[in-house]
């Protein structure tokens, strides 16, 4: 046997012995291979993940949503004190107020049940005072900047399932900046916390308990 024969055949027979290799490992590898498991049927308008405070949002774990938005706003009916803007005068009056915000919602998801948020906003807000109001305060008085600045923290203590509902709380704080700022500002501390409920229905088991007998 020539030296190129004994190539040619030393080639082969390691190509033979790959292929016996890959068809023996392969359907141990795809056995092994984890199957993501199905998801309940009360969990598919929604997934697996957390409530954010952003309606119909869900995160989960190691996901991070960043989520800029405009609002707008008025209110013709707005509560208002002189006191309030460094004015004399101590009655309330109703006073007409708009503002534009332009926000940035950030989510993160810390682990399968717990996740955090921040959400700030840059706003632009005026006040056209009341007619009955015969105090110092100009007549428009418009603010710009900062507006609030508030971070929370989700927590899911109890996951929904075929009979019980999905438990979960939260706590919130916004920070205090531009004191002076009545409009736009926060003047001190706020903390805030809360717990819901939360349930996927159908629409059989809302038509169910009309249904008459044939």
Known sequence: MTVNETSALRGAIVRAMLVVCVS?????????EPQPAATPSYLQDRGTGVPTSMFGTYIR???LILYPYVEYYRNRDMEYNPEEFGFTGSSDFRGRHCATEALFFLAYGLKENLAVEFETAMVRASLEKSRADF????????ESGLGD???QLRWRWRKEDAKRPELFSWSEVLFPHHRSKTLTGTS????????AALSAFFLEDLLAPIETPK
């Open 24 to 32: 023996l490992l392969a359907p141990k590898a795809a056995a092994q």
């Open 61 to 63: 774990r190691g996901e």
């Open 149 to 151: 600045v508030e971070a």
């Open 135 to 142: 105090s110092a305060l100009p007549g428009r008085i418009q």
């Open 188 to 195: 001190d501390w706020e903390v805030n916390t809360g717990r």
